[in-house]
């Protein structure tokens, strides 16, 4: 079961468990004490009186919020400190409550409340520093299921001790709980201080009018408020029936055993159906339904009630109450916060929640003291409960236009641009989509029409859309519906061979011959005015055998090889539609023209034929930026053949460099499980410096896209070495150079100062290496802004981060790793480099013999030059052995160097 929650690491072991049995711990002790509380006090007073305690918790829990707001640092000895202080005030109590007073009972109600409220919110700060927020969707799940199983066993402990025990005793059995509860933050949990942030205003009614402005200014806000509202009024009237019922059916003394036994069997169905229902419910439906279950059921509950009256019926409404509330409920209320910006979700979150919740505990606690005196009271509030449910359910479904309102904002910005990330959405949610089909605006409705092609959704599209006065958005819809299979179009479609637009009655004969052929309209059209009409038209023959296969080879390699763009475009989309082996020739000469428009309509019809014959045409359109996504998904589509080539590609260092560089993503694109392993081979054997950092790149993608990528960590763990030995040689290099330039400042010339540049820029780049590499190593661990936080001007952020890294790094890492980063002056950074730590030119003239063993081309033409302009004499062998290169930028130094020396 903890795997399907989380994947707990060695290092992360001790602080979860010991979270999760803190929780669980307070949570048991909050069963047993709410059983005992609510014993004691229905044994002794009337249902009607629940009312003024629920405002009290109300009021103290909404104080309590917002005086906490400006309480400062929440720390582990605060928590066991209230933990304490829960045991005494409990005690406390067990002595008071033996009077039976009014007083007494009614404080130990609020307590309870109050307690809930204290000591949960202070666990959860604590554990909210404990953990990162990586580590925090990996284990709160894990460590929340300690809140349900709490509950359950102190529901089973606290019915089984007061089928034994006087109600009253169950106060100190909650009390042992909080102790031994308490001893594990104090021997197990870490101490953690928080880290800094912006402090809050300190006047908390400014806070509470700046979010209320928020909210009410927003409908959709709005909308989730009266929710929260709603909800919690709802369930607490179903709270106060359902203990009327118990209270006045059941004699004292068995208080305690039928609530402890009804709260076990509520918490073991609310956890059913949070591993069973709730996941389920939230894939299948729309966020509109998902948010009226729970108040549909209520509703037949309280008719139910309404027109039997009774403990059974009581008990079915608490049943619905009990199971779904902290499963269904709560997680749909939670995915309405999701598409909301993160500023604006962490700004009114808390305020919607406790004002919800514990404004609505009020309302409906006023509601319950207008009816006390009446003699039907439960029946008057059944009848309330049926009018909420009923307006609950109309704003869920209400909200659902605001919900959709987030995601075609998105829809509204990308325009052409389609192929953003969606947020996932319901076939409803798809569907009312349809509205932007209707838009004056080309981008929206081709983004609508991309958006349900993507979504297996095209037949809802209504073929009258072939009726749009824009040829592009005609044309793109007959795409659509073309890949989709549809047929029911094709009345509306021949209408359109007679469209004035050239482009759409090329587009009508392709889809025609693809969906209804006829060798008619073909020859009708083989003789258009249109270059794109007759290619078309010439495509459709050719694949229906309407004319010699020879002379139908001649006249499209013709038009391939020496036609207008027009044409050679329209011969490709043609193919697009009528995809065959046979056009393979034809695709290959139109992918040797240096037509963009030309070549991506050849892509689109590569795509279809899926040849390994156009491979490496494929692979030369990869340097250009604007195919090379059309390119790529050619090439992942040809499947094992591509990859074969790919790889081959990669080890072959006479390739094209500008075709190598982009081979490492487009090999990640394949699966996972073939591309990792075929990356990791060629990221430890290759020597060409920028193509191993494509394949850096490529591997962190891969691993970010897909939770299942095997890494070889030792092989890795060698890879990040090797780059810190570089990191510390370049260090090493500055630190010589600096050195030399205080020794003559001679030296200091505009030359050196570009060598200095460069050696740095490089050593940044090593960095770069090291934490992507380490990202792969650790991919739960939040890499990218510790790298961030260590190039931090902020001294208290780079802190914060360099203990982040020192949790995971290897032992012999951790010194060497900070050092790249620290302050000091190089010499020193360089001397605490460890292992890893080569020693450095003795001298100058070492240190520039050292720069023209370098492969890079730049570093030894800017080290020539340098040598040349100080007349370092003794350097002259070894430049009159340095290499040729092809663009000539070295010999050409070289040359002019030389003379310099001999002179």
Same mark, same amino acid.
């Given at each position: 079961?903890?795997?399907?929650?989380?994947?707990?690491?060695?290092?992360?072991?001790?602080?979860?468990?010991?979270?999760?049995?803190?929780?669980?711990?307070?949570?048991?002790?909050?069963?047993?004490?709410?059983?005992?509380?609510?014993?004691?006090? &229905?044994?002794?007073?009337?249902?009607?009186?629940?009312?003024?305690?629920?405002?009290?918790?109300?009021?103290?829990?909404?104080?309590?919020?917002?005086?906490?707001?400006?309480?400062?640092?929440?720390?582990?000895?605060?928590?066991?400190?209230?933990?304490?202080?829960?045991?005494?005030?409990?005690?406390?109590?067990?002595?008071?409550?033996?009077?039976?007073?009014?007083?007494?009972?009614?404080?130990?109600?609020?307590?309870?409340?109050?307690?809930?409220?204290?000591?949960?919110?202070?666990?959860?700060?604590?554990?909210?520093?404990?953990?990162?927020?990586?580590?925090?969707?990996?284990?709160?799940?894990?460590?929340?299921?300690?809140?349900?199983?709490?509950?359950?066993?102190?529901?089973?402990?606290?019915?089984?001790?007061?089928?034994?025990?006087?109600?009253?005793?169950?106060?100190?059995?909650?009390?042992?709980? !909080?102790?031994?509860?308490?001893?594990?933050?104090?021997?197990?949990? /870490?101490?953690?201080?928080? /880290?800094?942030?912006?402090?809050?205003?300190?006047?908390?009614?400014?806070?509470?009018?700046?979010?209320?402005?928020?909210?009410?200014?927003?409908?959709?806000?709005?909308?989730?408020?009266?929710? *929260?509202?709603?909800?919690?009024?709802?369930?607490?009237?179903?709270?106060?029936?359902?203990?009327?019922?118990?209270?006045?059916?059941?004699?004292?003394?068995?208080?305690?055993?039928?609530? #402890?036994?009804?709260?076990?069997?509520?918490?073991?169905?609310?956890? =059913?159906?949070?591993?069973?229902?709730?996941?389920?419910?939230?894939?299948?439906?729309?966020?509109? +339904?998902?948010?009226?279950?729970?108040?549909?059921?209520?509703?037949?509950?309280?008719?139910?009630?309404? *027109?039997?009256?009774?403990?059974?019926?009581?008990? *079915?409404?608490?049943?619905?109450?009990?199971?779904?509330?902290?499963?269904?409920? +709560?997680?749909?209320?939670?995915?309405?916060?999701?598409?909301?910006?993160?500023?604006?979700?962490?700004?009114?979150?808390?305020?919607?929640?406790?004002?919800?919740?514990?404004?609505?505990? @009020?309302?409906?606690? #006023?509601?319950?003291?207008?009816?006390?005196?009446?003699?039907?009271?439960?029946?008057?509030?059944?009848?309330? !409960?049926?009018? !909420?449910?009923?307006?609950?359910?109309?704003?869920?479904?209400?909200?659902?236009?605001?919900?959709?309102?987030?995601?075609?904002?998105?829809?509204?910005?990308?325009?052409? +641009?389609?192929?953003?990330?969606?947020?996932?959405?319901?076939?409803?949610?798809?569907?009312?989509? =349809?509205?932007?089909?209707?838009?004056?605006?080309?981008?929206?409705?081709?983004?609508?029409?991309?958006?349900?092609?993507?979504?297996?959704?095209?037949?809802?599209?209504?073929?009258?859309?072939?009726?749009? /006065?824009?040829?592009?958005?005609?044309?793109?819809?007959?795409?659509?519906?073309?890949?989709? #299979?549809?047929?029911?179009?094709?009345?509306?479609?021949?209408?359109?061979?007679?469209?004035?637009?050239?482009?759409?009655?090329?587009?009508?004969?392709?889809?025609? %011959?693809?969906?209804?052929?006829?060798?008619?309209?073909?020859?009708?059209?083989?003789?258009?005015?249109?270059?794109?009409?007759?290619?078309?038209?010439?495509?459709?023959?050719?694949?229906?055998?309407?004319?010699?296969?020879?002379?139908?080879?001649?006249?499209? &390699?013709?038009?391939?090889?020496?036609?207008?763009?027009?044409?050679?475009?329209?011969?490709?989309?043609?193919?697009?539609?009528?995809?065959?082996?046979?056009?393979?020739?034809?695709?290959?000469?139109?992918?040797?023209?240096?037509?963009?428009?030309?070549?991506?309509?050849?892509?689109?019809? =590569?795509?279809?034929?899926?040849?390994? @014959?156009?491979?490496?045409?494929?692979?030369?359109?990869?340097?250009?930026?604007?195919?090379?996504?059309?390119?790529?998904?050619?090439?992942?589509?040809?499947?094992?053949?591509?990859?074969?080539?790919?790889?081959? %590609?990669?080890?072959?260092?006479?390739?094209?460099?500008?075709?190598?560089?982009?081979?490492?993503?487009?090999?990640?694109?394949?699966?996972?499980?073939?591309?990792?392993?075929?990356?990791?081979?060629?990221?430890?054997?290759?020597?060409?410096?920028?193509?191993?950092?494509?394949?850096?790149?490529?591997?962190?993608?891969?691993?970010?896209?897909?939770?299942?990528?095997?890494?070889?960590?030792?092989?890795?763990?060698?890879?990040?070495?090797?780059?810190?030995?570089?990191?510390?040689?370049?260090? #090493?290099?500055?630190?010589?150079?600096?050195?030399? %330039?205080?020794?003559?400042?001679?030296?200091?010339?505009?030359?050196?100062?570009?060598?200095?540049?460069?050696?740095?820029?490089?050593?940044?780049?090593? +960095?770069?290496?090291?934490?992507?590499?380490?990202?792969?190593?650790?991919?739960?661990?939040?890499?990218?802004?510790?790298?961030?936080?260590?190039?931090?001007?902020?001294?208290?952020?780079?802190?914060?981060?360099?203990?982040?890294?020192?949790?995971?790094?290897?032992?012999?890492?951790?010194?060497?790793?900070?050092?790249?980063?620290?302050?000091?002056? &190089?010499?020193?950074?360089?001397?605490?480099?460890?292992?890893?730590?080569?020693?450095?030119?003795?001298?100058?003239?070492?240190? =520039?013999?050292?720069? &023209?063993?370098?492969?890079?081309?730049?570093?030894?033409?800017?080290?020539?030059?340098?040598?040349?302009?100080?007349?370092?004499?003794?350097?002259?062998?070894?430049?009159?052995?340095?290499?040729?290169?092809?663009?000539?930028?070295?010999?050409?130094?070289?040359?002019?160097?030389?003379?310099?020396?001999?002179?």
């Amino acid at each position: 079961m903890i795997k399907s929650f989380a994947e707990i690491r060695p290092h992360e072991r001790r602080a979860v468990f010991s979270a999760f049995f803190t929780l669980f711990g307070i949570l048991c002790a909050h069963a047993v004490l709410e059983t005992a509380r609510d014993t004691l006090f &229905l044994s002794s007073l009337p249902a009607s009186q629940l009312a003024w305690v629920y405002l009290g918790v109300a009021f103290v829990s909404i104080l309590l919020f917002f005086l906490q707001n400006d309480a400062g640092k929440t720390q582990k000895r605060a928590l066991v400190s209230w933990l304490l202080a829960s045991i005494a005030i409990t005690v406390a109590f067990w002595f008071s409550t033996a009077s039976g007073k009014f007083v007494a009972l009614f404080g130990l109600y609020v307590w309870t409340g109050v307690f809930a409220t204290l000591v949960v919110v202070r666990f959860w700060t604590l554990v909210g520093d404990m953990f990162s927020l990586s580590q925090a969707k990996r284990l709160f799940s894990l460590i929340g299921v300690g809140s349900v199983l709490g509950a359950m066993v102190g529901s089973a402990l606290a019915g089984f001790l007061a089928s034994r025990l006087e109600a009253r005793h169950l106060l100190l059995a909650s009390s042992g709980i !909080l102790f031994l509860t308490a001893l594990i933050p104090v021997a197990f949990l /870490p101490k953690v201080t928080a /880290p800094a942030t912006i402090a809050p205003s300190r006047d908390p009614g400014k806070r509470l009018a700046d979010s209320l402005r928020v909210i009410w200014g927003d409908g959709y806000l709005t909308r989730v408020q009266g929710i *929260l509202l709603i909800s919690t009024i709802a369930v607490t009237l179903v709270d106060f029936i359902f203990k009327s019922y118990v209270s006045a059916n059941f004699e004292p003394a068995q208080l305690g055993q039928v609530f #402890g036994i009804t709260y076990f069997a509520l918490n073991i169905l609310s956890l =059913m159906a949070q591993i069973f229902l709730v996941s389920w419910l939230v894939r299948s439906f729309g966020v509109d +339904r998902v948010l009226s279950v729970f108040p549909a059921l209520l509703l037949g509950g309280a008719v139910f009630l309404l *027109l039997s009256g009774g403990l059974v019926a009581s008990f *079915l409404l608490k049943l619905f109450d009990g199971g779904l509330r902290h499963s269904l409920q +709560r997680t749909a209320t939670e995915v309405l916060y999701v598409p909301l910006a993160t500023e604006v979700r962490s700004r009114v979150k808390g305020v919607i929640d406790v004002l919800g919740q514990r404004g609505g505990q @009020a309302l409906a606690s #006023g509601l319950i003291l207008a009816t006390a005196t009446l003699s039907n009271s439960e029946t008057i509030l059944a009848a309330v !409960l049926i009018i !909420l449910c009923g307006i609950w359910i109309a704003i869920a479904f209400d909200i659902k236009k605001f919900y959709l309102a987030l995601f075609r904002s998105t829809l509204n910005e990308v325009s052409f +641009r389609t192929r953003l990330e969606f947020p996932e959405m319901d076939l409803a949610s798809l569907e009312s989509l =349809m509205a932007s089909l209707n838009s004056p605006v080309d981008g929206e409705v081709l983004a609508a029409l991309d958006l349900l092609a993507d979504q297996d959704r095209a037949h809802v599209i209504p073929a009258l859309i072939l009726y749009h /006065p824009s040829s592009v958005v005609v044309a793109k819809a007959l795409e659509v519906f073309t890949k989709a #299979g549809r047929s029911d179009f094709v009345p509306i479609t021949h209408r359109l061979t007679e469209h004035e637009d050239p482009e759409i009655r090329a587009a009508t004969i392709r889809t025609l %011959g693809w969906v209804a052929p006829d060798v008619a309209l073909y020859e009708r059209f083989q003789n258009d005015l249109s270059p794109k009409v007759r290619a078309s038209a010439l495509i459709g023959l050719i694949s229906h055998g309407a004319i010699p296969a020879e002379e139908g080879d001649t006249r499209l &390699l013709t038009l391939a090889g020496g036609g207008t763009v027009d044409e050679k475009v329209a011969v490709a989309q043609a193919i697009r539609f009528s995809p065959g082996a046979r056009f393979e020739g034809v695709l290959l000469v139109l992918a040797t023209s240096k037509d963009e428009p030309v070549l991506q309509a050849v892509l689109n019809a =590569m795509k279809e034929i899926r040849s390994p @014959a156009f491979i490496p045409s494929l692979m030369e359109m990869l340097p250009n930026r604007r195919l090379r996504r059309s390119a790529r998904e050619c090439l992942v589509s040809i499947g094992v053949e591509s990859l074969d080539q790919l790889q081959e %590609g990669l080890a072959n260092p006479h390739l094209n460099r500008k075709i190598r560089l982009q081979l490492p993503r487009t090999v990640s694109l394949f699966s996972p499980r073939i591309a990792a392993p075929i990356l990791q081979e060629n990221l430890v054997s290759l020597e060409d410096g920028a193509v191993r950092y494509r394949i850096i790149r490529a591997l962190v993608r891969l691993q970010e896209e897909n939770d299942d990528v095997e890494i070889d960590r030792a092989a890795i763990q060698r890879i990040v070495d090797s780059n810190l030995r570089t990191a510390f040689n370049l260090l #090493g290099w500055q630190a010589t150079l600096e050195e030399g %330039g205080r020794e003559d400042p001679k030296r200091n010339t505009e030359v050196q100062e570009l060598i200095r540049d460069l050696l740095h820029h490089k050593e940044v780049q090593a +960095r770069e290496r090291i934490f992507d590499l380490l990202g792969l190593i650790y991919p739960g661990e939040d890499v990218k802004n510790i790298f961030r936080g260590l190039n931090s001007a902020n001294r208290k952020v780079r802190d914060s981060s360099a203990e982040l890294l020192e949790n995971f790094l290897e032992p012999h890492q951790r010194g060497p790793m900070l050092a790249l980063f620290d302050d000091l002056p &190089l010499a020193e950074r360089h001397l605490r480099g460890g292992g890893y730590n080569r020693p450095r030119p003795r001298n100058y003239e070492d240190l =520039m013999r050292a720069l &023209l063993e370098r492969r890079g081309v730049g570093i030894r033409a800017l080290v020539v030059f340098h040598v040349g302009e100080l007349k370092l004499r003794n350097l002259r062998g070894a430049i009159e052995q340095l290499p040729s290169d092809l663009a000539g930028l070295v010999s050409q130094e070289v040359d002019r160097t030389l003379k310099l020396l001999r002179n």
